[in-house]
């Protein structure tokens, strides 16, 4: 059984953000999972770095084929999301979208309805 779990994470963030993702991942160690990280830095640097993992990183490191793939969703930007969700997709027989933010939630007056386009 081949299974993988792909998280994104501010390097550069020195607090609990990234606790419940990394919790997740402990947890899955346990039953194989394969762990996947990206890693970006905050600042405007990131969205640089965001075009280089989307044509580069991504693609070649979700290579494979996969019985269960799990993202953690949120990652950095939509394009990275989007990017990563096509990836698992393409390789994995079921892919799992384990949600620990919605900005549409959040701000649901603003009509930006691509975070359920992207999850449906």
Do not use: C, W
Not at 12 to 18: I, K, L, M, R, T
Not at 38 to 48: D, Q
């Amino acid at each position: 059984m081949n299974n993988i779990i792909v998280s994104m994470y501010n390097k550069s963030q020195n607090e609990a953000g990234p606790k419940a993702k990394i919790d997740v991942e402990n947890f899955l160690k346990i039953y194989d999972f394969k762990i996947q990280d990206f890693y970006f830095y905050g600042g405007r640097r990131a969205e640089l770095v965001s075009y280089r993992q989307s044509l580069f990183d991504i693609p070649f490191r979700l290579k494979g084929r996969y019985e269960n793939a799990i993202f953690q969703y949120p990652a950095l930007n939509e394009r990275t999301n989007k990017v990563i969700m096509r990836n698992l997709k393409k390789n994995s027989q079921k892919v799992y979208i384990l949600i620990h933010d919605l900005e549409s939630l959040r701000f649901k007056n603003d009509g930006n309805n691509f975070e359920l386009d992207l999850l449906n």
